[in-house]
């Protein structure tokens, strides 16, 4: 019954077509493209004669933090029956950008939004849910009247039942990946040890671990052991929605190991920025231990 009506409810907005069609509040603009291109750390030179970063494409239309949502808009829609069916867990899976070319300084940008496939009810790790793809256009629009295409970008998200409703946090774990690249810091959790990343050419420590050094480009990895102990930078406070294996609230904290690189954690404690913190390891299984911060006092 309720597969039936997802179905026929996808296919009612995926029929609207363009429901969303919304003007970008500004034209193209070098205030903007600069605070842009600092944010990122791009030094292109081209961005600062007239073209804008691709990349950039969805920040002209996005919506700002005080204005009204789109009440047409066809993902919000789609997810609304899904809440409704009970699927109230929503996952970011993967998103697709397509540009056609560099806009320029001065154009003005319209942005529409059309739902796309609605596939399931498939079993995840997350739990039952659907895959919705919802596809926003880009469009600049000419003087004569013209729309012309510049870039597309395909959304997709899960939308879940949560495995476990009940709120017992000890029914399912959510296993991080491992591979050749982190195996070190998830075998360290299992022995006690915090481990960051180290560069066998250059020394330069780096987490999250990756394959190569950002600074020399080698890729040589070691690791050290680290003091286990940091600074809170920031945190959340994780209040919805519900997350497989975790009681809520989730308190998160990002902080500023000793060593000097960042790491994000739970913690088991209130806190505050500039707390110091210790590093301690709760074992979930033979397989996971997960690292987490516990508070020894306040203040830098
Ligand atoms: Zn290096």
């Not at 982190?182 to 299992?190: C, I, P, S």
Request: charged share 25%; glycine share 10%.
């Amino acid at each position: 019954m309720g597969e039936q009506r997802i179905l026929a409810e996808a296919a009612r907005i995926r029929a609207l077509g363009e429901a969303v069609n919304r003007p970008a509040r500004d034209p193209v603009n070098q205030p903007h493209i600069n605070d842009w291109v600092e944010a990122m750390g791009n030094t292109n030179p081209r961005y600062h004669r007239g073209e804008a970063p691709p990349s950039m494409t969805q920040a002209w239309t996005m919506y700002g933090l005080v204005a009204p949502r789109d009440p047409d808009d066809p993902l919000h829609a789609m997810m609304a029956v899904l809440t409704a069916e009970g699927y109230t867990g929503v996952l970011g899976t993967n998103c697709e950008q397509t540009y056609e070319r560099y806009l320029r300084v001065g154009e003005q940008l319209r942005v529409t939004v059309r739902l796309g496939d609605v596939a399931g009810p498939k079993q995840t790790g997350m739990g039952e849910g659907w895959f919705v793809t919802s596809i926003s256009t880009w469009y600049v629009e000419h003087e004569d009247g013209r729309s012309e295409r510049v870039g597309e970008m395909l959304f997709r998200v899960l939308k879940f039942k949560p495995k476990q409703a009940s709120g017992d946090p000890g029914e399912f774990v959510l296993y991080p990946t491992t591979n050749r690249d982190n195996e070190f810091f998830w075998a360290g959790t299992k022995s006690g040890e915090l481990r960051i990343q180290k560069c066998g050419s250059c020394g330069a420590l780096r987490h999250p671990p990756g394959p190569s050094c950002p600074r020399c480009h080698a890729f040589d990895r070691q690791y050290i052991v680290a003091a286990g102990t940091g600074t809170v930078f920031s945190y959340v406070v994780h209040r919805h929605p519900p997350i497989p294996g975790h009681a809520l609230p989730i308190r998160l904290a990002l902080v500023d190991l000793d060593e000097g690189v960042r790491m994000v954690a739970t913690t088991d404690a209130d806190i505050e920025i500039g707390d110091r913190v210790r590093v301690a390891f709760r074992r979930v299984d033979d397989k996971l231990t997960l690292p987490y911060w516990t508070s020894i006092g306040g203040g830098r």
